[in-house]
């Protein structure tokens, strides 16, 4: 049962080694390691206890989880649904879906309803009490999932091509089926879904599409290879053919365009315009531009892969891959102020950084096998988990707390932040 499909990639050139943190780390894994509920931390690096670990009896492999106020949501393998009580992990919700979950499910905060696609190919609303909503069929095994206040978006990736499928998440009605050329959903706002669209051959357009029925409210002239496309309430940002080029959300007339050359996949809007662009050095740079005028702020380089960027209101946080002296890789994590300004930089005990994620007072380094919590403020490493059966991890990062699910074991845990 594999994770998620991953949002953002680089290219990590001859580099690509994948080396386990214990191996990395041997010495200290034969200390030995805390117990709790089959629950394995490294004592050297000051592992946590999680508040509780679920063991889902008869789900072998578990999908990411989600949270709302008061519950946990994650699928699993025995093709259930489960709302987990945030307090103790006791089941408050249990749906059964026809087949196993591996993505991701989506809610609102609070009251319902879940929404949640099955590897049968269907995609489920789950009310409060745990019973069916409505449901409607499908075609792909995987799909990804969004959740405004008023629509649930499904990507289905099932061939010919990519499909955007917009529903009213109370009563199920579809309002729209689209073509993408997009694997992520990085455009979805509560007033519009920008996406590439394909016209043909290797060219695309961004296409803003109204989410109460898909229709066209602006589209731009086609380019070629429109790499990624983000956008917030107030900006929409689209790397093509050289050019990153900055668009008005309400009406699409253009705002700016800069020279660029090639980049890499991940852009991120923040306080700041950010995108990683490769170095001819073999490392790769994090760019930053200002969101009113597109002037390139500045550029700095970080390790030979960008893996995750994370922006907030006054930083933005930078997770790569580095050649560890002793052999193999090892993720590292920047962080620069918004005038480029590097504020720290930690090479963590994980093999690599593929998710960050970012409180007021801690940064939480994700691996698929691990994660490491540092200071927010000073990069320093505080404490890091890896479970003893090497299984491969979910992960939601909230203020407080950590929430786990084990993606090859059926498991999931709570974890204090602090």
Partial sequence: MPSEPPERSGSAGNRNR????????????AV????????????????????????????????????????????????????????????????????????????????????VHSTDGDLYAVDAAGDELWRDEGTARRARLVRTDSLVAELDFAP????????????????????????????VTDDSLVVPVPVG?????????SPADGSVRWRTEPR????????????????????????????????WRVPIGDVGRTMVLGSQAYLARDREDGRQELLAFDRETGEKRWANPTGYQIRAVEATDDAVFVGTRVDDPDGGVLGQIDCFGLDGTRRWQTVTGLPSVDSL??????????????????ARDTGASRWSYEPESASRLSFRVESASVFVSYVDDGEAARFPLD
């Fill in 18 to 29: 994948h080396v386990s943190r214990r191996a990395v780390l041997g010495g200290l894994a």
């Fill in 32 to 115: 030995g390691s805390l117990a709790v509920a089959g629950c394995g931390s490294i004592p050297g690096l000051g592992g946590r206890r999680p508040v509780w670990r679920r063991d889902i009896d008869g789900a072998y492999m578990a999908g990411p989880p989600a949270t709302t106020d008061e519950l946990v949501l994650v699928g699993m393998q025995d093709k259930a649904l489960y709302g987990l009580r945030r307090e103790d992990g006791s089941t408050a919700v249990r749906f059964e879906t026809g087949g196993p979950i591996e993505t991701r499910p989506v809610t609102p905060s609070s009251g319902g309803p879940y929404h």
């Fill in 160 to 187: 010919p091509e990519n499909t955007l499928t917009g529903y009213d998440p109370q009563t199920g009605d579809r309002r729209f089926d689209r073509a993408v050329s997009s694997h992520s959903l990085n455009g």
């Fill in 201 to 209: 051959g290797s060219d695309s357009r961004v296409v803003s599409l």
């Fill in 224 to 255: 070629r290879w429109y790499s990624n496309v983000v956008a917030d309430s107030r900006l929409v940002v689209a790397a093509r053919d050289g050019t990153l080029a900055a668009y008005e959300p309400s009406d699409g007339s253009a705002r």
């Fill in 357 to 374: 994620g970012v409180t007021d007072s801690r940064v939480v380094a994700v691996w698929d096998r691990g994660f490491e919590v540092l």
